[in-house]
């Protein structure tokens, strides 16, 4: 059975940092890409960034570039998304997806607020 798990968000500050994880069980890893997506409130999905599962290819949605930081642990078995310099339009809750041709899972999401 498949399992995406996020964890790791919570209040920070505006400039603050968060480290968001994502614990995956139940298919082939290297099979997936991985993707972080965000829901803000009363907005539609916004994608954040990507990541091959066995390569090193990253890419981000240009209001990321330069602050976030994707990244996997293979042994691990968990994708991670680092968030640097926050700012309140990240306040969002952050979705892990793991995608293969007609396979597209995602996991419960995790609540991001960013905030004063």
């Known amino acids: 059975e498949v399992h995406l798990v996020e964890s790791g968000g919570g209040l920070v500050q505006p400039g603050g940092s968060l480290r968001l994880s994502c614990a995956a069980s139940g298919f082939t890893f290297d099979d997936y890409t991985m993707s972080w997506v965000r829901q803000a409130p009363g907005k539609g999905l916004e994608w954040v960034s990507g990541?091959?599962?066995?390569?090193?290819?990253?890419y981000y949605a240009e209001s990321m570039k330069g602050r976030f930081t994707i990244s996997r642990d293979n042994a691990k078995n968990t994708l991670y998304l680092q968030m640097n310099s926050l700012k309140s339009e990240d306040t969002a809750v952050y979705y892990c997806?793991?995608?293969?041709?007609?396979?597209?899972?995602w996991g419960q999401g995790t609540q991001v607020t960013v905030s004063s």
């Open positions: 997806n793991a995608r293969t041709g007609p396979y597209d899972y």
């Open positions: 990541i091959s599962w066995t390569g090193s290819s990253t």
